[in-house]
């Protein structure tokens, strides 16, 4: 069933309209019992303005994540949205943000790359590193390549499908393949060349992952979910017991499920057979599922719009979120490294776990062991 809440996209809506309707009528909502009187205005409406929109902000916070939720200096973080969360094969640590591009750090500080050393985008969807180490970014620009001293970028007219990339995934084959706005796209000699799903040349591809037996999974926003064997495709719809049509994520875990994250329907596991689908219906608080990923103990953490994240243990789901220090109103991305500590990313910048709370990450740390 179709979850009946608001999501927070629509309460961000209604902000929005609410916002605008103060700022283009900013007198008639504070002096219209005085409209028969002659008031000046003038010096007193960019304050009114700020107010209404901090009124309003304040307002649609408290409603989707908590009166107790917490704004923290976003100049002091990583970034005010980190998207992704990337470790590559020297222990490099890689934060894709939302707007100002990609930054590393190598243990001993943090660098960033934006347009500025040459990367497409500034918005960064995606992180691989090929076998060569060579690393991939995927961006609101179209793809980057990183060789360690240079950047060489990828757009239409190198074959994309799209300028807009939402997704970047480095098979067990070496192959690099894109998802765009305008379908999927795989790195070919030198160049990228549209690889269209049958049927659906032109789909939004939001996440790609592969199987144990190198089959190919690709999640869109708005046609479900396709899988490649490598010379077919086979789709995977809303019919076949999927909670939601609009993916945002998946991954293949190592007792060979697939999990579904949705927008509008929570999260999906799908054995080859059948599905069992969670959602606001039987336990998580929110069915908008952005990321997905399994640690080394197996167990399978997942995102909720507005709820933190979740941990499916054993058949048994725990929430981590405010409680534990967790304030990240929506978590993009989560990544267990080399070393075993636990990172989460998303708006409101990086956490990673410490002991049983999580800690907030900034620009100057804390970055030793907790």
């Known amino acids: 069933m179709k979850n009946k809440t608001l999501s927070p996209q629509s309460y961000l809506l209604l902000f929005t309209l609410v916002w605008m309707a103060a700022c283009s009528q900013p007198n008639k ?32 916070e408290n409603t989707l994540y908590g009166a107790n939720y917490q704004v923290f200096d976003k100049d002091a973080q990583i970034s005010e949205y980190v998207r992704k969360i990337f470790q590559d094969k020297q222990g490099n640590l890689w934060f894709a943000s939302n707007a100002v591009g990609v930054s590393r750090y190598d243990g001993n500080r943090l660098t960033y790359f934006s347009d500025k050393q040459g990367l497409i985008g500034s918005q960064v969807t995606g992180i691989v590193e090929d076998r060569e180490g060579n690393m991939w970014f995927s961006t609101n620009g179209g793809v980057s390549k990183y060789d360690g001293k240079a950047f060489t970028n990828f757009t239409t007219q190198n074959g994309l499908s799209s300028d807009r990339v939402w997704s970047i995934f480095h098979d067990s084959k070496g192959i690099i393949w894109a998802g765009t706005a305008k379908g999927l796209s795989r790195y070919d000699d030198g160049k990228f060349k549209s690889f269209p799903i049958p049927n659906h040349p032109q789909s939004v591809v939001r ?22 064997d ?53 336990g998580i608080g929110n069915n908008e599922v952005c990321t997905i990923y399994e640690d080394r103990k197996g167990s399978i953490w997942f995102s909720a719009e507005g709820f933190g994240i979740y941990r499916y243990q054993k058949g ?44 907030n990450i900034t620009k100057n740390g804390p970055w030793d062991d907790c």
């Open 29 to 60: 909502l504070n002096y219209e019992h005085e409209s028969n009187k002659e008031i000046s205005t003038a010096p007193t409406e960019a304050v009114n303005k700020q107010a209404y929109v901090a009124m309003y902000q304040t307002q649609v």
């Open 230 to 282: 490598g010379n077919s495709f086979t789709a995977i719809t809303p019919t076949d017991e999927l909670s939601d049509k609009h993916v945002m994520s998946i991954l293949a875990d190592s007792k060979g499920n697939i999990w579904i994250g949705t927008r509008f329907g929570g999260i999906s596991k799908y054995d080859g057979q059948s599905f069992v689908n969670y959602s606001t219906d039987n």
């Open 316 to 359: 048994e789901i725990t929430n981590y979120s405010q409680q534990v220090g967790l304030n990240i109103r929506a978590v993009q991305s989560i990544l267990e490294d080399k070393q075993g500590r636990f990172w989460v990313g998303g708006g409101d910048g990086l956490y990673r776990r410490a002991g049983n709370e999580y800690i």
């Open 207 to 228: 996440s790609i992952a592969e199987d144990k037996q190198g089959n190919l999974w690709f999640g869109t926003d708005g046609e479900g979910v396709f899988k490649y």
